[in-house]
């Protein structure tokens, strides 16, 4: 099945799964402002949103099966778009599974908050589709207001409220430089379609190459905000202590999920001709944010504020896939955004159903001893932990995912053998952390009073997240080839496209 | 013409930067950051003369955007001055960052 893009009915067609996800956003939106705020409207709607996310998912899996290809446009449609897709929509349904529970629990009414999860994640796919730099704007944009309000959404919070406002300040001045980036590439090659910037720029058919490096400088800038890269990422570990859990975890996953998978394409495909002059920036970006992001999580007691600065570290093992700048690069970027995602739902899945209303308990310590009152959330969490470190076989598809990001560094035309040892020395760091959290709750003596591991029921949304993500995680871990075949299947690979000479610069 | 529109937005932009770095008050480094998308703004039209429609197409698409932030950034600064009375980030410290 071929698309042709230029007839406006065909592009609608290769859009099907990013419309369902708006309209089915709008007409739920009517529906949760129709009525009055209740306990039971807030589920009714967070299931049927969970509905959209699987009609959506259909639709991706219809696209992958008949190998769905398209002409050049201002949307790919590719392998590497359709499993990025459903990464998301995993990730949205586990945020609006957790929430449902959450929400009731934290007296969050409002059903909005789950029809904003099926807006910012509409503006993610835009951003995984996106092959023009107009729509990688507008699905940054789309994405990035729903999630500032999300963050804000427990009104009654403080914490919420400054995470919200600190989230939205710096999420807006980021907008600011990528913008001014896009606009200095446009300045600088005539066009903002990446696949005629990537034409130009290996042809040198620019006007002016300093504006061209000013706008790549500028862009990796804002992209570097948006996914928390290191020196940029003062924001993400109290924006995503403010969140409501969900949310953190749908920040954690999602949204640097989809902010990676526009920032691969973009550099990729439109700046694969620039390689020389943009890598050293990467290669420093990278190795600095291993070191940081592991660094300060070893220090970090809050739960939440670790798996933030554990999301920061994971930022820049991604990132050691963009700095090794080659095709295989992307097949193991897709497998490691499955792989975290997954390891990040069940971490936080755990969070959500061991947390109380107001959240008092979120210490590493007060998980000690919940073997011997949790065995099963104790075994889920260190499941995820070990994952997240990248073990074998215990951390089920967590080590296969960093082998195949160490892989692409070696193999890549010019190896980064120092950057892969980086990454395998700043793993063997965030075993301090991740392991501690699992000494915590396997050999440390219960406490006495008040502490998180009181038995109570968990509600049977957060099971089925917690359970489902544990599972595959594991059986990616012992049969890595099932995913593996999706993610070097046809398609999935970034490519820059071969200059065609014959072009002549734009006046 | 170009030369003087360009280096006049990177000028905007620029001291819109430097607001946000400076300022302490969460609606001037608002004010500042709508400065800088205007500047984007600026360069767009500017470029536009050279290579057509497309940038103009683009300024609309930031002016959009930029309408849609205020309301979300406003209503945001609302709700952390319930909370705080007061928009000074100076004060607005619960969490350590």
Redesign the interface.
């Known amino acids: 099945m071929a698309f042709d893009l230029s007839q406006s009915m065909q592009l609608i067609a290769a859009l099907t799964p990013d419309i369902i996800m708006m309209v089915g956003g709008m007409v739920l939106m009517l529906v949760s402002a129709w009525g009055t705020e209740s306990v039971e409207r807030q589920r009714r709607v967070g299931t049927a949103a969970i509905g959209v996310c699987i009609v959506s998912a259909v639709f991706v899996v219809y696209f992958m099966a008949v190998h769905a290809t398209a002409g050049s446009g201002v949307i790919a449609v590719d392998n590497f778009r359709w499993i990025v897709d459903l990464v998301l929509l995993a990730a949205t349904a586990g945020t609006i599974a957790l929430g449902l529970d959450y929400n009731t629990r934290e007296g969050i009414l409002p059903a909005e908050s789950h029809v904003l999860v099926i807006f910012a994640t509409s503006g993610m796919m835009i951003l995984a589709a996106a092959r023009d730099l107009?729509i990688v704007?507008?699905g940054i944009?789309l994405m990035s207001?729903a999630v500032?309000?999300l963050t804000?959404m427990n009104?009654r919070s403080?914490?919420s409220?400054?995470?919200?406002?600190?989230y939205?300040?710096l999420g807006?001045?980021s907008?600011?430089f990528l913008?001014?980036g896009?606009?200095?590439v446009?300045?600088a090659t005539?066009?903002?379609s990446l696949t005629l910037i990537g034409e130009r720029v290996a042809a040198h058919q620019i006007m002016s190459a300093p504006m061209l490096l000013t706008g790549i400088g500028l862009m990796l800038i804002g992209f570097g905000f948006k996914v928390a890269l290191a020196p940029f990422h003062?924001?993400a570990?109290?924006v995503y202590?403010?969140a409501p859990t969900p949310i953190t975890a749908y920040m954690a996953a999602a949204v640097k999920a989809a902010a990676f998978a526009a920032f691969l394409r973009v550099f990729l495909e439109a700046f694969a001709g620039e390689i020389p002059s943009w890598h050293v920036a990467v290669w420093w970006l990278a190795a600095i944010t291993m070191v940081v992001g592991n660094l300060i999580a070893l220090a970090s007691k809050d739960i939440k504020r670790l798996l933030a600065y554990s999301s920061i570290a994971h930022a820049g093992y991604i990132l050691v896939v963009l700095a090794s700048g080659q095709a295989l690069g992307s097949s193991a970027f897709l497998f490691y955004i499955v792989a975290y995602t997954l390891a990040t739902f069940g971490a936080f899945g755990v969070v959500v159903a061991l947390g109380q209303s107001g959240e008092p308990y979120l210490n590493v310590d007060d998980y000690a001893g919940l073997w011997t009152v949790r065995p099963w959330l104790s075994v889920s969490m260190a499941v995820c932990m070990l994952s997240l470190l990248g073990f074998p076989i215990f951390g089920g598809a967590g080590f296969f995912a960093k082998w195949y990001v160490i892989q692409s560094a070696l193999y890549a035309p010019e190896p980064q053998t120092r950057l892969a040892v980086l990454l395998v020395l700043t793993s063997v760091i965030s075993a301090g952390y991740y392991m501690y959290v699992v000494l915590v709750m396997f050999m440390k003596p219960r406490r006495e009073v008040n502490t998180v591991s009181d038995p109570r029921s968990v509600g049977a949304a957060t099971r089925w997240v917690i359970g489902l993500s544990t599972v595959i995680l594991l059986f990616l871990g012992v049969y890595p080839n099932a995913l593996v075949s999706l993610t070097q299947g046809k398609g999935s690979y970034l490519r820059a496209p071969t200059p065609q000479v014959s072009q002549v610069v734009?006046? | 013409m170009l030369a003087e529109s360009l280096g006049l937005s990177a000028i905007l932009f620029v001291i819109g930067v430097v607001g946000v770095l400076t300022r302490r008050n969460a609606i001037i480094i608002f004010m500042c950051v709508e400065l800088m998308l205007n500047a984007v703004n600026l360069t767009f039209v500017a470029l536009s003369r050279y290579y057509g429609m497309g940038g103009q197409v683009f300024v609309l698409f930031v002016m959009t955007v930029a309408a849609a932030e205020a309301a979300v950034g406003l209503a945001i600064i609302i709700s952390i001055f319930r909370h705080r009375q007061t928009v000074d980030l100076r004060n607005i410290n619960v969490m350590k960052g």
């Open positions: 107009t704007f507008l944009e207001i500032y309000i804000g009104r403080e914490k409220a400054e995470g919200a406002i600190k939205f300040l807006a001045f907008t600011g913008l001014y896009i606009a200095l446009y300045g005539g066009t903002t003062m924001w570990p109290d202590e403010g734009p006046r």
